[in-house]
């Protein structure tokens, strides 16, 4: 059925107040409760529907998204968007659920977080998430603290607890962070439900909407949706070879922004490391400018080679340097157990805004990782994966430079997760993962880590969740992706699907 004439003729009103979304989807909804479209009818992809209307496809998209809430309509991943079955008579008397919430981000990356940690689809190999590999948990080390050391712990160790956290963690974790030249007590630590609790408590704390934010661009697809749904304005920095102090320097004086984010640490996505160098003048700058440092460093413990540069934590001398770590990538993610170190005003209101969340984290996670670092089993763990870490980038980045050489261009990261990778051809990462999908593989497309529209031609692939020979056949899958590619003629694709089909 082409519907195209039952919305060819409809006009939008550009002087009106309302969203030109808002307007495409209550025409549709119209002609969906009006049965001129009736239910299992097929819609416009989002490029002809925005055609159709003169908007862009992030309009049309919208439009899709607000019908969807209303659950007028419902998507099929690679096939697409479809007017849902007609509700009956009950169900008019059903709470509108969709029109009692708050609004929230609509925009088609709202929910790449979610899908990115979802279960992939059977005989998928999924290099989207960020995650160790499940067969290297130190699992039956756990299982021997936790068996040896029930019976001997107070049960008040279970109950309710500071909501700072444990704090024979807390102390630990001080120990740890001075064996990296990091100064802390246990009043400078805050236990956390994974570092982006951490995230969410600095945006609630610090931030108002308006406030501005530097970030890279790239970066953590985490912090960037965090800061933007407290309403902060982001001022963006390159993530190239050499970090611009002199546009920072401008920000800071044009903008007086609230904070720094920066993961100077293998970064997500790209794996850069901060020279010592940059690290000794981004603090000097900041001194000056009294300005609020967030250094994440869930990678620093990962490297491969030579140990990186001191935390700039290690060389906070002003106190401004706010340090959020975390198990989940060295360990195990279901920990959900990571720490924030900075000065004890800010601890305390933190944990003001924590109390209103969950009083305080899981007790039990805690009390096994306190005694996992207090008997000294972190070392160990951490020299296996690190071994076996390294042979695994190392695998992958002789398969990717036999294989697709001619196709994408990276550098094999000192640390951390991930090979960045740069397409040397024209097209998009996005058209990438379209096809990659129908050869069950699965990657990150760049533009998700960035915080505007941007040439989408990089994208993320993590080394660390497979073993070797799972990461030749994901390589030998994206191969043949690039292959299948090359003999199309881009000029009559399709363009790639709202819907980002990562698991």
Partial sequence: M???????SEELNTKDKQPLYLQIALLIADKIQKQILPSGTKLPPERELADLFAVSRTTAINAY?????QGLVWTKVGSGTYVAQARDAESLFEVPWPQLFTAYPQNPLASILRDIVSTPAPGTISLAPGMPDPALYPMETFTELFNHNIGRTPPSDFGYIPIEGYNPLRRAIAAMLSEKGISASTENIITLSGSQQGLYLLS?????????VVMEASTFIGAIQVFQSAGARILSLPCSEKLSLELLEDYLIRYRPKLLYMIPTYQNPTGRVMPAHERQNLIKLAKHHRLVIVEDDPYSDLYYGEQP??????L?????VVYLGTFSKILFPGLRTGYLAGPPVLINRLALEKQLIDLHSNNIAQWLMAMFLNEGKLAGHLTTVRREYKKRRDTMAKALRRLCANDIEFNVPEGGFYFWCKLKQSGTSQQLLQEA???????????AFHTVPTLDNEFRLCFTTHNEAVLLESVQRLAKTFAQLTKKNRANDAPPSSVWPII
């Fill in 437 to 447: 999908v129908k050869n069950r593989i699965s990657f990150v497309p760049g533009e």
């Fill in 2 to 8: 082409d519907i195209s004439k039952h919305l060819n």
């Fill in 204 to 212: 609630k704390v610090l931030l108002e909407p308006g406030d501005y």
């Fill in 316 to 320: 906070d001398s002003y106190g401004g």
């Fill in 65 to 69: 998204r607000k019908l969807e809430q």
């Fill in 309 to 314: 540069p001191q935390a700039l934590k290690a």
